[in-house]
């Protein structure tokens, strides 16, 4: 059963009022004890830098980010330097023509029913608003989870939470594939020297 929470009637004191947080000093069981802001660390680790590691998957002249969890939990994203961030994000869709992924369903601990899918299967479709559309490949080969409705009422979460909303789908490696299937992405210091190499090209191109 739901337990009801006292709402104060106008007038009357908030009972909670004395447990909102206070941006200053206060005294604590005698102590003095600052306001938990001032120990606020701008460069404090995202969860990703924490618990995920970043690896990267290459398919022609797009680059996909690969967000591997201690768990074997994959979830799969743009990498920075996709074209689409340029062009813009117009819409996702996840009907890829012979089959819907929205529709993928799992049951049970062990995900069972989820679709097996291979590291160049399409994943989505995603069109930016200068009209061309990339084919999401799936980046490895695992169990699809889920995948991340949200971006169809909402595509621009790819552009806006990169590495938190702005995911495609969430994908489940075999235990036994984990380790060829990282030794077949890029890690981010290769990933780094591939955005370097691209852009050098790039810069010969156009002094052409």
Do not use: W
């Amino acid at each position: 059963m739901a337990t009801a929470v006292a709402t104060p009637v106008l007038g009357e004191e908030d009972p909670f009022a004395p447990y909102y947080f206070e941006d200053k000093e206060q005294e604590i069981c005698g102590q003095s004890v600052r306001p938990i802001t001032d120990s606020y660390d701008d460069n404090y680790p995202s969860v990703v830098d924490r618990f995920f590691t970043r690896f990267y998957y290459i398919k022609g002249n797009a680059a996909y980010q690969v967000l591997y969890h201690s768990n074997r939990i994959c979830l799969i994203c743009l990498a920075p330097s996709h074209p689409a961030f340029a062009q813009g994000i117009s819409q996702v869709n996840f009907n890829v023509g012979n089959v819907d992924r929205s529709q993928n369903v799992v049951k049970g601990k062990g995900k069972k029913g989820g679709m097996i899918l291979q590291a160049d299967s399409t994943l989505a479709l995603l069109t930016t608003e200068t009209g061309e559309t990339f084919k999401i490949p799936s980046c490895i080969r695992g169990k699809l989870v889920e995948v991340n409705t949200e971006l169809i009422a909402e595509p621009k979460l790819l552009e806006q939470l990169p590495e938190r909303a702005g995911y495609f789908a969430i994908l489940l490696p075999k235990i036994e594939n984990c380790e060829d299937m990282k030794a077949s992405l890029l890690n981010q210091q290769q990933y780094e020297e591939y955005v370097n190499n691209n852009k050098q090209v790039e810069v010969q191109q156009d002094d052409l």
